[in-house]
């Protein structure tokens, strides 16, 4: 985990998880808070029939990472479900490791919503996502 994570952020996400899709992705998270993330992706697995990496791929990225700042914004006892989520994908990338960085747009108390850039590991845009994610307490 990188630095730019507190140890606590680190062990929930170690006791949480990513889920069962991220992990056959192969998305890990380097940075975490309510107001920004950092994931990755490697290109390798995540690609589509003409060896480019599928857009959707980029769409789990950024919902994986979006909605874990969310579900942190959401506080104790809460959590984050996706409503809404739109992409525009730029560029391809065919290999190497994909990044996304979350920051939050809007953080409100029944709704959160992050802007996600997905970058090559030359830095081009890949995509520009945006996900709204409701916040309710737990049952």
Known sequence: MSSEMSPEIAEWIGKRGLGVLADRMGIKILALDATHGIATM???????PLGIVHGGAYVVLAETLGS???TLAAGPGRHAVGIEINASHTKSAR???????????NIGRNLATHEVAVEDDQGNRLST???TNFLRDNR
Request: aromatic share 0%; hydrophobic share 45%; net charge positive.
């Open 42 to 48: 490697p290109a390798d697995g995540n690609t589509q």
């Open 68 to 70: 874990m700042c969310a």
């Open 95 to 105: 290999e190497g490791i994909i990044k996304a960085t979350a920051k939050a747009v």
């Open 129 to 131: 996502i945006r996900i």
